[in-house]
Structure formats: C-alpha cells, structure tokens
C-alpha cells in the first residue's frame, strides 16, 4: 500500500479490453453476442452484439444506445454495467479510466482489469444487479469484488491471497476514512477476508469459470454485512476522520489503533480495526516510498492488545452452503 504517490501517465489499454471481452465470451459463452466492453476515455468498443439476438435494426442503433447508457457513468463519474433483458440479456460494461482509483491493482492494466472483471460480477452473478435496499445493495457490491478476485486468480494461474487481502484492506481504510454512503455499500471486507483464508486450502484458481460465479454468489450470500452492521462500524470510526493532515500517516494509524484496542470495541469494530492494523503493524504501508515504521511504546502496547483479543476463543464458525445454481444474468 503505498501513500501520497503521483500517479504515472496512463497507457492505453485497448489490447488487454479486447483481450479481456474475448476470455468473457469465451469462459461464458451466453454472452456470445450479448457482451459489449466500452472504454469511455479512449472512446473505444470493445465485442461485436448479434443485432438479431440484442434486437436492435442497426449499428447506428446500437451506438445510441450506449451513448445513452455511458451518460450515467459520465455523470457519475464512475465505472458501471449495464444488463438489459430487454435486449436478449445484453450486458455492456462502461470503464470510465478517469475516474478509476487504484482499487484493484498495482498497475493500471492490473487495475483496469480488476474494475472490468468486478462488473462482469454484476453481469453475471444472480443478485448481482440487486439494489432494491441497502443491504441488496452492499451484498451484491461483495458479490462483485469477490468474483473479480476470482477471475484474477485464474487469469494469473494461482490464488492470490495477498492481493485478495490488500483489495479486502482498500474497502476497510475507505470506510474507516470516509464512512460515506459510497464506502458502505461498497463495504466488502468481510467476505473478502473469508475468500483469502479459504485460498490457504482450496485451489480456488483451479475453479471453472461457472463455479466461480456459483462460489462468489455464495460467499457473497453467507458473509456480506447487512447495512445496520456497515453502518455501525462507519460510525465506530469517526474519530478517524477530519484529521490535521500534518499528523500524517502515523496520525491516521494512531486513531485507527485507538477504536480498535478501545475496552468496549465490539467484535466488528475489532475484527475490522485489527485487520487494518495488521498492513500498518507489519510494514506493508509505504510513504513516499518508504515503509511506515511504527515502533516505540506506545506501539508495543497495541500490539499486544490486539494479540491478547486475538488469543481469546471465538465461536465456532458457521457452515459454508453452496448454492444450487448460477445463471448467466442477474435475478
């Protein structure tokens, strides 16, 4: 994780986004036909629709139809999907490479990728699409991160537990540091959390692409917060917000530390605190190119506050239940 870094010129990604609609249709052959990639910045599409399977009458059809559809992402200044059963299931991911944070990667393919694999989620996955309450909501944002995860573990031909953890981190500092709405729906740490401990021991990049869809939708089923919990733990941590920018990152850590170790933090707020602290205790942030040591007594003491809760015994944990099917469109 590394603070306070300008960002390089951004390359374009036009190989890896014709590449990356090819490995969709391919691994998910219903979106033969159906599969459109829009890169907005670039201005570039990316998946040729069947116009008799999308019903539309023509190409100048099909590209009012999403320019239409790219205002929102414009105006929102985001990235999004689009699933239109109305058009034979078509699904259309809008990337939007100016308004992307380094959310999913290192790189900025490494990224872009990540943000096209987490709509593909929503595309894909039965719920993913779901936004009717908050807590449908924040359950299909965790759906979508974890079958990006997912994706990136079987493009890459191994489990990345280190990368599944420092997307699981990014979510968590957002909610920390901001605890605005956007943060909480996109709330997916938990659930992230359970997927790296499970690639300890299940080759989850070994999975095919169907299953990865049926194992995101169940982890996104079993392990996403509800939005009472999501807002619980935002405002736990308002200590953490509207900080003097001089105490820097050591500030932030310190403030973070202090509603984690707190006497009457409840299991949430330690479980999410704890796993923050632990990318700040270990060396994993890095300012200015450095790692962020924090050493001194004041240290000593929160790590072993944290070692001393960690060590007390939990309750067992709950079954892990497949579900039954996975379609290729939103339910």
Excluded at 74 to 80: L, R, V, Y
Aim: aromatic share 6%; proline share 5%.
């Amino acid at each position: 994780m590394q603070e306070n870094e300008t960002a390089p010129e951004k390359p374009s990604l036009s190989a890896a986004f014709n590449a990356v609609a090819q490995e969709a249709v391919a691994d998910y052959p219903a979106l033969a036909g159906r599969f459109i990639l829009v890169d907005l910045q670039e201005g570039q599409i990316h998946g040729i629709p069947n116009l008799m399977v999308t019903k539309f009458r023509s190409v100048e059809e099909v590209e009012k139809y999403l320019n239409d559809k790219a205002q929102k992402a414009i105006e929102q200044n985001t990235s999004n999907s689009v699933y239109d059963g109305t058009r034979g299931g078509l699904g259309v991911i809008f990337y939007n490479g100016d308004a992307q944070q380094p959310i999913f990667g290192t790189s900025d393919v490494e990224n872009a990728l990540g943000v096209i694999d987490h709509e593909l989620g929503h595309i894909l996955i039965p719920g993913g699409m779901d936004s009717t309450t908050p807590d449908a909501s924040i359950k299909s944002e965790n759906k979508a991160d974890l079958f990006s995860a997912l994706r990136k573990a079987r493009r890459d031909g191994e489990d990345d537990i280190a990368g599944t953890r420092l997307l699981a981190f990014t979510r968590a500092r957002a909610l920390i540091l901001s605890g605005n709405e956007e943060t909480q729906e996109h709330f997916t740490t938990f659930s992230l959390m359970k997927l790296a401990e499970m690639m300890r021991t299940t080759p989850m990049h070994k999975l095919q692409p169907q299953m990865a869809v049926g194992m995101a939708e169940m982890l996104g089923d079993q392990y996403s917060p509800s939005a009472e919990r999501v807002k619980a733990l935002a405002e736990a941590f308002t200590p953490c917000r509207g900080m003097d920018p001089r105490l820097g990152a050591e500030g932030v850590a310190r403030n973070i530390a202090s509603v984690t170790t707190a006497p009457d933090a409840s299991d949430d707020v330690f479980k999410l605190g704890s796993f923050v602290m632990s990318f700040y205790l270990n060396g994993q942030i890095r300012v200015h190119g450095k790692p962020l040591k924090l050493e001194g007594a004041f240290w000593d003491d929160v790590r072993e506050k944290i070692a001393a809760r960690e060590a007390q015994p939990k309750a067992p944990a709950g079954l892990i239940l497949f579900a039954s099917g996975a379609s290729n469109g939103p339910s």
